[in-house]
């Protein structure tokens, strides 16, 4: 089988550009395509997809997006959007990618970062107080996918934007149970102290709020 290779090399092509660009090889070139990018402008998931829309067979990825330069497309990015964006029936175990994620990480040396989608340690995790209610009721109103699909699971930060549904998920992680009324008080004092030291409580921290007001 013949394969022709689009390798955008020094820069991303613009989405629609590639689109074209694809659409137009195909036309004159009766064999299986395959593309590989890279993310100088951020596109590279954006563009493998594109290629995959005007008619690509094989796309290159990589585990965390890894590679030359910025990288190329992450493997579970184009995974996931090929699957719940395209309807493909994409034949990977996704529940592994956040441990494959941390393998390749370890062996690599090259660190992922905590905002990076799907696998980064923050993909599923917040504080405000607002969005962590609205997770607990129905999670799928303020995110795309669920973290149990890639391994993942959801995790809660506590600080000044925190809520009584933030207290209640970390309690419950605990297994503590509390009134309304030392909710309210390891509230307030959550939220004094991220105003104060200007960054979310550790658990350590939370743990010892909790202690104070409950068990003391």
Same mark, same amino acid.
């Given at each position: 089988? !013949?394969?022709? %290779?689009?390798?955008?090399?020094?820069?991303?092509?613009?989405?629609?550009?590639l689109f074209?660009?694809?659409?137009?090889?195909?036309?004159?070139?009766?064999?299986?395509?395959?593309?590989?990018?890279?993310?100088?402008?951020?596109?590279?998931?954006?563009?493998?997809?594109?290629?995959?829309?005007?008619?690509v067979e094989?796309?290159?990825?990589?585990?965390?997006?890894?590679?030359?330069?910025?990288?190329?497309?992450?493997?579970?990015?184009?995974?996931?959007?090929?699957?719940?964006?395209?309807?493909?029936?994409?034949?990977?175990?996704?529940?592994?990618?956040?441990?494959l994620s941390? /393998?390749?990480?370890? =062996?690599?040396?090259?660190?992922?970062?905590?905002?990076?989608?799907?696998?980064?340690?923050?993909?599923?995790? @917040?504080?405000?107080?607002?969005?962590?209610?609205?997770?607990?009721?129905?999670? %799928? !109103?303020?995110?795309?996918?669920?973290?149990?699909?890639?391994?993942?699971?959801?995790?809660? %930060?506590?600080?000044?934007?925190?809520?009584?549904?933030?207290?209640?998920?970390?309690?419950?992680?605990?297994?503590? !149970?509390? !009134?309304?009324?030392?909710?309210?008080?390891?509230?307030?004092?959550?939220?004094?102290?991220?105003?104060?030291?200007? =960054?979310?409580?550790?658990?350590?921290?939370?743990?010892?709020?909790?202690?104070? /007001?409950? @068990?003391?």
């Amino acid at each position: 089988m !013949t394969l022709v %290779l689009i390798e955008l090399r020094a820069y991303d092509s613009a989405i629609s550009e590639l689109f074209y660009l694809v659409c137009k090889i195909r036309e004159v070139c009766k064999v299986p395509l395959e593309a590989h990018c890279h993310n100088d402008f951020g596109l590279v998931v954006a563009n493998t997809l594109a290629a995959v829309a005007a008619g690509v067979e094989v796309v290159h990825i990589s585990m965390n997006g890894i590679g030359e330069r910025c990288g190329n497309a992450a493997l579970e990015e184009v995974a996931l959007g090929l699957k719940l964006l395209y309807g493909l029936d994409v034949k990977l175990k996704f529940e592994k990618f956040y441990e494959l994620s941390r /393998i390749v990480e370890e =062996r690599s040396g090259v660190k992922v970062s905590v905002n990076k989608p799907i696998v980064g340690i923050n993909a599923f995790r @917040f504080e405000a107080g607002l969005v962590v209610d609205g997770i607990i009721k129905y999670p %799928l !109103t303020l995110e795309p996918i669920l973290p149990e699909l890639v391994g993942q699971k959801h995790s809660v %930060l506590l600080g000044k934007k925190s809520g009584k549904a933030s207290i209640q998920f970390k309690l419950k992680e605990l297994g503590i !149970t509390a !009134t309304d009324e030392e909710i309210n008080k390891i509230l307030e004092k959550v939220k004094r102290e991220g105003e104060e030291k200007k =960054r979310p409580l550790t658990d350590d921290e939370f743990k010892n709020i909790v202690k104070e /007001i409950i @068990f003391s």
